[in-house]
């Protein structure tokens, strides 16, 4: 069973352009979570997804920030106009939908370098 | 979720026991303890969980105290591959967050 697969592993953008990063949760996983890890600090949560709906982004920026998982294909973070400080690790969580205990399981992440 | 306190890092050597503690004092009767770890910048890894009873698998045990109040990471024999921050959540079923905190940074030597 394949873990949680996130691309691009590394992503350069300079200021001002789009970034766009994927999450394929793990197979029959329907819940997906992403978390951004500044320099030196611990991760923070996001966002939260089931298919085609949002159930929680509180963590997530007001501004330039989005998520989505439709119903066929992977999860998308986007990020418009990126800045400087939007430089981070960018982790992809999964949970299956049978988990009571919603056990999140991560993906590699995506490091973001805005230059 | 309740908080934790963990010490800010911990040194074992290769093939002893590594006790990693972890204080919740205000968790709820609801809220499960989780602990993982991230590998030099790689991606957070599951460890285990439990709600009170102690609990074993592949690759730890956690130990909670009766009172709930506090719990224990052991790694049985630990190698320099567990070199690592390893983090303890408090979180009940309804959260979706994880709380990562600052963890603890365990440093496994020859």
């Known amino acids: 069973n394949a873990g949680v697969m996130q691309n691009p592993r590394h992503l350069v953008r300079r200021r001002g352009q789009e970034a766009r990063l994927r999450c394929s949760p793990m197979?029959?996983?329907?819940?997906v979570y992403w978390y951004r890890q500044l320099p030196e600090e611990g991760l923070k949560f996001m966002v939260y997804l089931q298919k085609e709906n949002i159930i929680d982004e509180s963590g997530m920026p007001k501004e330039r920030f989005s998520a989505e998982f439709p119903k066929e294909g992977p999860s998308i973070l986007r990020i418009q106009q990126v800045v400087r400080g939007d430089s981070a690790a960018y982790f992809c969580?999964?949970?299956?939908?049978?988990?009571?205990?919603?056990?999140?399981?991560f993906g590699p992440g995506t490091r973001l370098t805005v230059l | 979720d309740a908080k934790t306190t963990q010490p800010t890092s911990m040194d074992c050597a290769e093939g002893r026991a590594a006790n990693l503690p972890c204080n919740h004092s205000?968790?709820?009767?609801?809220?499960?303890v989780y602990w993982y770890r991230q590998i030099h910048s790689q991606g957070p890894q599951y460890i285990i969980h439990?709600?009170?009873n102690n609990e074993t698998n592949e690759m730890a045990s956690l130990i909670i105290t009766e009172d709930r109040k506090s719990s224990t990471l052991i790694l049985p024999h630990a190698t320099l591959r567990d070199t690592a921050v390893y983090y303890c959540?408090?979180?009940?079923?309804?959260?979706?967050?994880?709380?990562f905190g600052k963890g603890t940074s365990l440093l496994v030597t020859p």
């Open positions: 959540i408090v979180k009940s079923n309804s959260g979706y967050a994880l709380n």
């Open positions: 197979k029959g996983h329907s819940h």
């Open positions: 205000t968790i709820s009767g609801n809220e499960y």
């Open positions: 969580a999964s949970s299956p939908i049978e988990d009571s205990t919603d056990t999140q399981y």
């Open positions: 439990g709600l009170k």
